[in-house]
C-alpha cells in the first residue's frame, strides 16, 4: 500500500518591516528642559575656564620672553670670560649657557603645546555649545499645529470664512520661546478673526472674496525669529 503523501513543511513568513515612525520614534528620547538648562550652565562654565586658561598665556609668553633674556646676558657674559686665560673660569658660564638652552627650548615646546591645546579646547567647547543649543530648538509646526482647529472654530461661531495659510514650518525655534509665544500667539490669531477679518456678507458688498486670508509666518532673521500675523481684512 502506498503511504500517504506527507504534508508540506510551513513555512515562516517573513516579519512584516516595522512603521517607519516606530523607527522614528526609536531614534529619540525625551528630555527635559531642565536638564538641558543644566547642561548649558555646565558649558558656560566651561567656557570660562577656557578664556582664564587663555589668559596664562601671556603669563607664559612673559616667561618665555624672560627665558630669552637670560640667554642673552649669559652670551654677554660668555664674551666677558672668553679674554681670560683660565678655562676653569669659563666652565661654569658655559654650564650655565647649556642648562639654559635646554630650560628655553622647553619653555617653547610646552608653549607651543599649550596653544594647539588651547585652540582645540576652544573648537570642541564651540561645538558643544551648538549642539546643546541645537537640542532645544524645535520646529515651528510645533506651535503652528494648534492653529487650524483655533481658526476653524472660532470663524465658525463668528459665522466667517478664513483661509489660513501657515508658513515657515520648518523655522527652528528654542523650546521655551515656544511655551512663551503660545498665549500671545492665540490671542493675535482670535484678534484678527474677530475685528480685522469682515462677515461674508460685509465683504461681498465690499466687492471682496468672502472668504478671508489670514496668514501666519515664522522666519529667521540674523539671531532673531519673526513670527507675523498678517489678516487681508479691513
Known sequence: ASQPAAPPEATAEPAAPEDAEELEERQYIRIHTG???????LVGELI?????YESRRAAYQEMLDGLRGHRQMIAQLQKLTRNEDTAAECSPVEALDSSSAALLQQAKTLFKRARTDS???RVAINNLQEQVFGVRMVSASRIFALLPRLVRMTARKLG?????????EETRIDSRIIEEIRDPLIHLVQNAIH???ESPEKRKNLGKNPTGTLTIAAAQEGNRILITVRDVGQ
Open 48 to 52: 570660562i575656564n577656557q578664556h582664564r
Open 119 to 121: 585652540q582645540h579646547m
Open 160 to 168: 466667517k470664512k478664513i483661509d489660513l495659510r501657515i508658513l515657515g
Open 195 to 197: 475685528h480685522g477679518i
Open 35 to 41: 536638564d538641558l538648562d543644566a547642561i548649558l550652565n
